[in-house]
């Protein structure tokens, strides 16, 4: 009974409180973002300030200011997808040199060289490096709901 109780409370507290204030990230500038706003449009902006009740940013070279009750939702990009692309570019890599040495290793006619394992780490770690570059020019986004 008790914790049933305690669950309600938390319950009614957390819908009570998120409806205090608006759902902002925690940096107040950013270089670019999405603005979605009531209408249904969607706008890529520049040089974005987070301010106690709007967005100020810049679009079309012009400063424009939107109060947070006329948007549905501030994307602002968070990070790059460097991790995933290094992961990706290992991975693939590692799988290429284990199909490669399995076919060397079952075919009679060749040979696996004596310094295979550093060519091998060169070619992983080359392909983790190329996986990397890659994923940093994609930007990852976070999408802040603004609700009252």
Known sequence: MRITFLFVCFVIYSTCSGQENYNLPSKEYYKHAFIGKKDGTEKKVYRVSIENDSVSFKLNHVKMTV?????????????????????????????????????VKNDPNYVLRTDADVRIGFFVIGGAIVGTIIGSNFNRYNTYYLHE
């Not at 460097?82 to 992961?87: M, V």
């Not at 290992?90 to 290429?96: A, K, R």
Request: charged share 10%.
């Open 67 to 103: 109060p947070y009750n006329q948007m549905v939702y501030l994307r602002v990009p968070d990070n790059t997808a460097g991790l995933a692309g290094f992961i990706i570019g290992s991975s693939v890599t590692i799988l290429l040199a284990i199909k490669s040495v399995n076919a």
